[in-house]
């Protein structure tokens, strides 16, 4: 309670020495309206102060949560980069795998023979595996466009 409140309280115990008894009630509704005025003035105060450090962490959590978007926006093109050279390392190892299989097949049809190149099925695997990576990467980049 600041001197200027006890100053009145002390004025008002010294109005009701000198008026006497009759003024009790007067007295004691004027020491209870100030007293009353100095506790809604504390709890005013308690909420701002509340309001306000609540209302600061809130701006602060917002201000962090953007922070990170923005953090996180600035990787969004590493795993659409990872994914094209994975899927492209993974499509260069399957055409490898059907290529070397196919060319060093025997023909048992031919009497033994070996042939010397891969056969029509082998290309069209091979195409298979690059149009399916092809699509791949494509829905995969179109999904994380905004």
Do not use: K
Not at 26 to 49: F, K, M, W, Y
Not at 52 to 68: G, I, M, S, V
Not at 69 to 90: H, N
């Amino acid at each position: 309670m600041g001197t200027d409140h006890r100053d009145e309280i002390a004025a008002s115990v010294a109005a009701h020495q000198d008026l006497g008894p009759g003024y009790d009630r007067a007295v004691a509704e004027g020491l209870v309206e100030r007293i009353g005025a100095e506790i809604d003035h504390r709890v005013a105060t308690a909420i701002d102060q509340r309001v306000t450090t609540e209302l600061e962490q809130y701006l602060d959590c917002r201000h962090l949560r953007r922070a990170r978007r923005r953090a996180r926006v600035g990787r969004e093109g590493r795993p659409s980069v990872l994914l094209a050279l994975g899927s492209m390392a993974a499509a260069v190892a399957g055409t490898a795998i059907v290529i070397i299989d196919s060319s060093s097949s025997v023909d048992f049809a031919n009497g033994g023979a070996t042939r010397s190149g891969p056969g029509a099925a082998a290309v069209l695997l091979t195409a298979l595996i690059w149009i399916v990576v092809g699509v791949i990467n494509v829905a995969y980049a179109r999904r994380r466009r905004p």
